[in-house]
């Protein structure tokens, strides 16, 4: 699992500034983005478990790294900052759910 996750922090820090905007410019974008690498990720064989362990990957990535780009963002930094480890693990499979619908 460790290494998904290297991967996924690699990919992270290697999206060019400009395909980084496009991301996160619209939240709606970036629920489309995240929704194709959580059915990425279930073609792999992970599991819900892991999929959250690699979203809070990205959510703690974007938390630190990313200065949110709109409303949405904002309040889901917010929420990140403000919980421990274990409402973040909790965000991150509510995260996962949301971009599955």
């Known amino acids: 699992m ?6 996924v922090q690699n ?33 792999m064989g992970l599991g819900e478990e892991q999929l959250a362990k690699t979203a809070e ?8 790294k990313e200065e949110p780009r709109n409303a949405e963002e904002n309040l889901l930094q917010k929420l990140w900052r ?4 274990e409402q973040q693990h909790a965000l991150a499979h509510m995260l996962v759910n949301m971009v599955r619908k």
Request: aromatic share 8%.
């Open 57 to 64: 990957v990205v959510a703690g990535y974007l938390a630190k």
């Open 82 to 85: 403000s919980g421990d480890k």
């Open 11 to 43: 990919e992270m820090e290697n999206v060019s500034p400009e395909k980084k905007e496009q991301i996160l410019q619209d939240f709606d974008r970036f629920k489309s983005y995240l929704g194709d690498k959580v059915a990425l990720g279930e073609k």
């Open 2 to 7: 460790d290494n998904i996750q290297n991967k």
